[in-house]
């Protein structure tokens, strides 16, 4: 949520790379094709009506840009949120202007162009790059932006997204020969996952298992919300300006009109609902609940597994015997100071969250709660096709990366008090509980007492959220450690065959130069038949950053590479070494007045280049160098 994206949701079905186990693909990647679906505030947003805009001599019209023209938001901010916000009970648009997703790459590689730089205008543009560089053909990536600010199933009622993902899937198998590749990141993680459920309901069962193998050969899961993110109960409460030159009151007003608000709120790992063929058990019947229900590991746990409360909130306290009725029936809340006409403290775990708890028992105080629990309960709860807010188990897939940064302060728990001010300024956030690399801090710096992971988070996700899929590693693990940047093997560390529990954190007995970022890698040694996963942990990545992150890029390929080559010996890419790939990955080293990696690169001067580094280029062709990592 931080700068704008708890996401940065974003599905990548990627490029054209990789085979799978059986080896059908293996040597020729021509057949393959990827997939984009990106993710929260990460997709352009034009309008689809006339807007006159009094006062301004910016108006909208349509096709105009609306997610992200900063000018017209500068200028004519009134005209601007009429065409973002939405109905919050409904979903509705503004009866003056609505808005509705470009299309195409276009759409998701520069929100802005030319006025907002970094990552809350650049998004996929780095990696399109990368794309081309490769020599991946133009019809072999295809971007499938959706209207970010609706739940999931608005996304079908109104644009038939999830339809159209699936004939997107069919159409590229049959224009290349061979699946997609998804690579999701942040929220559009939760947009495949939905996909996957939804999908169920479409296909015959018989066929659900043979349509995944023929259509997705992997799926690459980056800063995955596995199980909510934090800073969506601040973006509800005191808004969040995504970067944006707004004030958070306004930003607030906006982001709670949102169906998809509600889609990042944190939950708890204990809790969960049936999960069936509804079509098939319930007789079609569309009205289908869920029987949601938590383990007794929730009722031991103080947190419901998160490292501190999600919420600590002060309320009023005088309405003397009737202080807070709708509090009553939650024994974990705090009353302390009623008696005295104190202000009230109340906490709130994740559970307490995501069940609709916490809305209910502000909803004297906050005009906002009432329509959030409106679409926590229509949206999310009784949801037909998936109840979000619920752990993940491994997805039916056979081949799943999961990549998140770690080792970043994040924040995992807030302090919030009345402002004195109306609505939508009347919270004020009077403390930030941080996870820093495994304790619990104060934003006064203070150690907190609570749960802390082995960890910290990417700086928008925590910890506890992203390595949630360390739950769909195998019985037996391999974890290697190596340097980010390119290395000869020397500080390359690794241990085989470590015994993994379903529920439990692996933590590595290994090293770490302070001076150095490293990747950590959880890869399968023994898995469950017909798949493959691995989990790669980054070191200091951020999380609005990390699919821009040159390690990543270059990780990715490697992989993919040694996925696709008819002569690879192992299951995973070699951790052996990492020489540069890219002409923009040599570099001129003074110390040795010649091109850094001489095995790899050499010193070839092109007109126009300007300084020694730009002259450093490969030795050979990518393929040729790539041929090395099988």
Same mark, same amino acid.
């Given at each position: %949520?931080?700068?704008?994206?708890?996401?940065?949701?974003?599905?990548?079905?990627?490029?054209?790379?990789?085979?799978?186990?059986?080896?059908?693909?293996?040597?020729?990647?021509?057949?393959?094709?990827?997939? #984009?679906?990106?993710?929260?505030?990460?997709?352009?947003?034009?309008?689809?009506?006339?807007?006159?805009?009094?006062?301004?001599?910016?108006?909208?019209?349509?096709?105009?840009?609306?997610?992200?023209? *900063?000018?017209?938001?500068?200028?004519?901010?009134?005209?601007?949120? /009429?065409? %973002?916000?939405?109905?919050?009970?409904? @979903?509705?648009?503004?009866?003056?202007?609505?808005? &509705?997703?470009?299309?195409?790459?276009?759409?998701?590689?520069?929100?802005?162009?030319?006025?907002?730089?970094?990552?809350?205008?650049?998004?996929?543009?780095?990696? #399109?790059?990368?794309?081309?560089?490769?020599?991946?053909?133009?019809?072999?990536?295809?971007?499938?932006?959706?209207?970010?600010? =609706?739940?999931?199933?608005?996304?079908?009622?109104?644009?038939?997204?999830?339809? /159209?993902?699936?004939?997107?899937?069919? *159409?590229?198998?049959?224009?290349?020969?061979?699946?997609?590749?998804?690579?999701?990141?942040?929220?559009?993680?939760?947009?495949?996952?939905?996909?996957?459920?939804?999908?169920?309901?479409?296909?015959?069962?018989?066929?659900?298992?043979?349509?995944?193998?023929?259509?997705?050969?992997?799926?690459?899961?980056?800063?995955?919300?596995?199980?909510?993110?934090?800073?969506?109960?601040?973006?509800? $409460?005191?808004?969040? *300006?995504?970067?944006?030159?707004?004030?958070?009151?306004?930003?607030?007003?906006?982001?709670?009109?949102?169906?998809?608000?509600?889609?990042?709120?944190?939950?708890?790992?204990?809790?969960?609902?049936?999960?069936?063929?509804?079509?098939?058990?319930?007789?079609?019947?569309?009205?289908?609940?869920?029987?949601?229900?938590?383990?007794?590991?929730?009722?031991?746990?103080?947190?419901?597994?998160?490292?501190?409360?999600?919420?600590?909130?002060?309320?009023?306290?005088?309405?003397?015997?009737?202080?807070?009725?709708?509090?009553?029936?939650?024994?974990?809340?705090?009353?302390?100071?009623?008696?005295?006409?104190?202000?009230?403290?109340?906490?709130?775990?994740?559970?307490?969250?995501?069940?609709?708890?916490?809305?209910?028992?502000?909803?004297?105080?906050?005009?906002?709660?009432?329509?959030?629990?409106?679409?926590?309960?229509?949206?999310?709860?009784?949801?037909?096709?998936?109840?979000?807010?619920?752990?993940?188990?491994?997805?039916?897939?056979?081949?799943?990366?999961?990549?998140?940064?770690?080792?970043?302060?994040?924040?995992?728990?807030?302090?919030?008090?009345?402002?004195?001010?109306?609505?939508?300024?009347?919270?004020?956030?009077?403390?930030?509980?941080?996870?820093?690399?495994?304790?619990?801090?104060?934003?006064?710096?203070?150690?907190?007492?609570?749960?802390?992971?082995?960890?910290?988070?990417?700086?928008?996700?925590?910890?506890?959220?992203?390595?949630?899929?360390?739950?769909?590693?195998?019985?037996?693990?391999?974890?290697? &450690?190596?340097?980010?940047?390119?290395?000869?093997?020397?500080?390359?560390?690794?241990? =085989?065959?470590?015994?993994?529990?379903?529920?439990?954190?692996?933590?590595?007995?290994?090293?770490?130069?302070?001076?150095?970022?490293?990747?950590?890698?959880?890869?399968?040694?023994?898995?469950?038949?017909?798949?493959?996963?691995?989990?790669?942990?980054?070191? /200091?990545?951020?999380?609005?950053?990390?699919? &821009?992150?040159?390690?990543? %890029?270059?990780?990715?390929?490697?992989? %993919?590479?040694?996925?696709?080559?008819?002569?690879?010996?192992?299951?995973?890419?070699?951790?052996? /070494?990492?020489?540069?790939?890219?002409?923009?990955?040599?570099?001129?080293?003074?110390?040795?007045? &010649?091109?850094?990696?001489?095995?790899?690169?050499?010193?070839?001067?092109?007109?126009?280049?300007?300084?020694?580094? @730009?002259?450093?280029?490969?030795?050979?062709?990518?393929?040729?160098? $790539?041929?090395?990592?099988?």
């Amino acid at each position: %949520m931080r700068g704008g994206h708890v996401g940065f949701v974003v599905i990548f079905i990627l490029l054209a790379t990789a085979g799978n186990l059986s080896g059908e693909f293996a040597g020729d990647y021509s057949k393959l094709s990827g997939i #984009i679906i990106p993710g929260f505030a990460s997709t352009q947003l034009r309008a689809w009506s006339i807007l006159d805009c009094p006062y301004s001599p910016l108006d909208f019209n349509p096709l105009d840009l609306v997610w992200l023209d *900063t000018t017209k938001l500068l200028s004519a901010v009134n005209c601007w949120l /009429k065409c %973002m916000m939405l109905d919050p009970y409904n @979903q509705t648009d503004h009866n003056e202007c609505k808005s &509705r997703p470009d299309s195409g790459l276009s759409a998701i590689t520069e929100l802005d162009p030319g006025y907002i730089t970094g990552p809350l205008s650049s998004v996929w543009k780095e990696w #399109i790059k990368w794309c081309i560089e490769f020599g991946i053909e133009a019809n072999a990536i295809i971007a499938v932006p959706y209207d970010w600010r =609706l739940s999931p199933s608005k996304l079908e009622e109104r644009d038939l997204y999830f339809h /159209k993902l699936k004939l997107t899937f069919e *159409t590229a198998l049959k224009l290349r020969g061979g699946p997609s590749i998804v690579f999701a990141h942040s929220l559009g993680n939760n947009v495949f996952r939905y996909f996957l459920e939804w999908l169920k309901l479409e296909i015959a069962p018989k066929e659900y298992g043979r349509w995944l193998d023929d259509h997705i050969h992997a799926y690459f899961a980056v800063g995955a919300p596995l199980l909510g993110a934090i800073e969506t109960v601040k973006a509800t $409460l005191s808004g969040s *300006t995504f970067g944006l030159p707004v004030s958070e009151g306004t930003a607030r007003l906006m982001f709670n009109t949102f169906g998809s608000s509600i889609w990042m709120l944190p939950f708890s790992k204990y809790c969960t609902t049936d999960n069936v063929y509804r079509r098939y058990f319930s007789g079609g019947n569309r009205k289908y609940h869920h029987a949601y229900h938590c383990d007794e590991h929730e009722l031991k746990s103080k947190y419901s597994g998160w490292p501190t409360n999600i919420i600590n909130i002060e309320v009023p306290s005088n309405r003397g015997n009737e202080v807070y009725p709708s509090v009553v029936e939650t024994p974990q809340t705090n009353l302390s100071g009623k008696e005295c006409g104190f202000p009230t403290q109340l906490s709130f775990s994740a559970r307490e969250v995501s069940d609709g708890t916490f809305f209910k028992a502000i909803k004297n105080y906050d005009p906002d709660s009432e329509r959030l629990f409106h679409l926590l309960k229509k949206s999310y709860h009784d949801d037909p096709i998936l109840n979000p807010l619920t752990p993940w188990e491994r997805p039916p897939l056979k081949n799943i990366f999961c990549i998140y940064g770690v080792d970043s302060k994040t924040e995992v728990g807030y302090y919030f008090a009345p402002s004195g001010k109306p609505y939508p300024d009347n919270w004020i956030i009077t403390d930030v509980i941080y996870e820093i690399e495994g304790s619990l801090y104060s934003r006064s710096g203070n150690l907190v007492e609570g749960n802390p992971g082995a960890t910290s988070g990417d700086e928008t996700v925590p910890y506890h959220s992203l390595s949630w899929c360390k739950n769909w590693l195998g019985p037996k693990v391999n974890i290697t &450690r190596t340097p980010q940047s390119e290395h000869d093997g020397s500080d390359v560390q690794v241990h =085989l065959n470590i015994e993994h529990q379903h529920g439990e954190d692996i933590i590595p007995n290994m090293t770490k130069l302070p001076t150095m970022k490293y990747i950590t890698y959880y890869e399968d040694s023994e898995s469950f038949p017909g798949t493959r996963t691995a989990v790669w942990e980054l070191d /200091k990545a951020n999380h609005r950053n990390i699919v &821009r992150s040159p390690a990543l %890029m270059r990780e990715l390929w490697l992989e %993919m590479w040694h996925d696709i080559h008819p002569d690879k010996k192992s299951n995973f890419v070699t951790k052996a /070494k990492r020489g540069p790939l890219r002409d923009e990955d040599c570099y001129w080293d003074y110390g040795k007045a &010649r091109c850094a990696w001489a095995e790899h690169c050499e010193y070839r001067y092109v007109f126009g280049d300007v300084h020694l580094g @730009q002259s450093c280029r490969l030795k050979s062709s990518t393929s040729h160098i $790539l041929s090395h990592y099988v």
